[in-house]
């Protein structure tokens, strides 16, 4: 790829080697080019985009009909390297990558890549939240679970309220990168399983929990025989269990939602709960780090800065916190957020996991936003070959 033309101009202003705010603005953020930063930092940036665009659309599954394939729009997820057996994206990663490529094709569109290039990354998120959307429950047997999202594919029993937190989102972005002309599906879509989220799911007494279980598929062994459906028993794996925090950046599209659409009753005393339980039990009153209270997720924990099972990988739940802040100003969100931050700043190791790489940068990106402090986005300009590579 040519990333001259893609790129645009980049920025090469610089203090001591870092980017640095401009001195009569006093914000590191512009509307247009985004953050300060060097030129050759910029393009590289792009030029990854472009690359994790490209695999995207080689490697989604696709049926030529008369040739139907029910994994249409999922992506390759794991591979094991002995024997080249690959699983197939599940809901949650097929909605995340749907949601990347729609904000890179923004991105990419603002620098000036081609059009036809840019026309087929839409249609790519597309075709992958349309196969989310067969994740969803409508299925009269089960009423009270309509609008929830299945973990995995149409044709399983169990609901991660992670997933539906990311297909939710997808909704949202897709409504939001297609604006006027957008489908009333997906604001619809959106809408149904946040509602479940909100007025089902918060409102059980074993929340928050991992998993909910129903028809014949629970954890252990299912039943020899499936039982009748109307019977609609549910089960819950780690019923109130502190270790399914990371559910708590539900929070960030029903903030979405209500920016984007003005429905405020989403936007319940349940959901401003999620956030002050994060403020209050999750994160160290002394060192403003996330931590697990008993247990923690192999995937998500480690020991940070000599604190064991302190949590790197958080899935956005302080992302949340902002846009808790956003909406409901002057309960102490932003502080938390900052605390939260300060402790990154702090600490000298990169944490192992790499899903906790981008998730925190995120995190800094915002606050270099919102304050306008250098700190936070050096923190990530400092970390981006870390995560490049």
Known sequence: ????????????????????ANASAGKIWNDRPGFDIPGKTRDRVLEALHGSCTWAMKNQIRHDPPNWDANHGRFPSMQNTRSGKFMRSISWNLARMSQGLLSAAR????????????QEVDNTAEIGLYQDTRAQI???????????????????????????????????????????????????????????????????????????FFGWDWIGKPDQFPRPYADNRLRYRKPNSPVSFYNMALIIPVCQFVAMTGEKRLLTRDVV???????????????????????????????LGGQMGA????????????????????????EAALRNADWWLRLQETPKLRAAIPATMLLMLDLARLTGKAEYLNWVLDRLDALLA
């Open 273 to 303: 709960a999620q956030g002050d339980w994060l403020v209050n039990v999750m994160l160290d009153p002394q060192t403003g780090a996330l931590r697990t209270p008993n247990e923690a997720l192999g995937h998500h924990a480690e020991t």
């Open 1 to 20: 790829m040519d990333t001259k033309t893609i790129t645009g101009k980049g920025s090469s202003r610089r203090a001591g080697g870092r980017a640095c």
């Open 107 to 118: 991105v990419l569109e603002a620098a000036g890549a081609r059009r036809e290039f840019i």
């Open 138 to 212: 409508y299925d009269p047997e089960f009423p009270e679970l309509r609008g929830a999202i299945r973990e995995e594919t149409p044709i399983c029993f169990q609901i991660n309220p992670r997933d539906g937190v990311e297909c939710s989102q997808g909704f949202l972005v897709k409504a939001w990168r297609d604006g006027r002309s957008a489908d009333p599906l997906w604001l619809g879509r959106a809408r149904d399983q946040l509602s479940w989220t909100v007025n089902w799911l918060l409102k059980r007494p074993e929340w928050p929990l991992e998993y909910v």
């Open 311 to 334: 949590l790197s990988n958080d899935d956005g739940v302080i992302i949340a916190l902002l846009c808790l802040e956003r909406l409901k100003p002057g309960r102490g969100y932003m």
